[in-house]
Nanobody
Framework: EVHLVESGGGLVQAGGSLTLSCATS????????IGWFRQDPGKEREGLSC????????WYADSAKGRFTISSDNAKNTVYLQMNILRPEDTAIYYC???????????????WGQGIQVTVSS
């Protein structure tokens, strides 16, 4: 079964940086994508970024462009989200997700990590 575990969250001051990690297991095919999402209480889950394994193409939501960078280390089966210039509105639970269809924006994601809290103080 697909298994994803996020790490690297925590508390950071506005303007600071964090890098989240998503350790993955349970799949061997190259045709997939891994994405990052976030959700604040009472809000709809928001897709932030996606990386497609077959070609390495990346996608970013407008809220992530210019500040967040997604990358992967296939040897470690890990996907990262580097987050810079963090703002209080970035506060949310962050999830990584597995898209078996390899969609460019991870819109078909069906397997999710447990989530990790990111809190940005003003």
């Amino acid at each position: 079964e697909v298994h994803l575990v996020e790490s690297g969250g925590g508390l950071v001051q506005a303007g600071g940086s964090l890098t989240l990690s998503c350790a993955t297991s349970g799949f061997t095919f190259d045709d997939y994508a891994i994405g990052w999402f976030r959700q604040d209480p009472g809000k709809e889950r928001e897709g932030l970024s996606c990386i497609r394994n077959v070609d390495g193409n990346t996608w970013y939501a407008d809220s992530a462009k210019g500040r967040f960078t997604i990358s992967s280390d296939n040897a470690k089966n890990t996907v990262y989200l580097q987050m810079n210039i963090l703002r209080p509105e970035d506060t949310a639970i962050y999830y990584c997700a597995y898209d078996a269809y390899g969609s460019s924006d991870c819109e078909m994601a069906g397997s999710w990590g447990q989530g990790i809290q990111v809190t940005v103080s003003s």
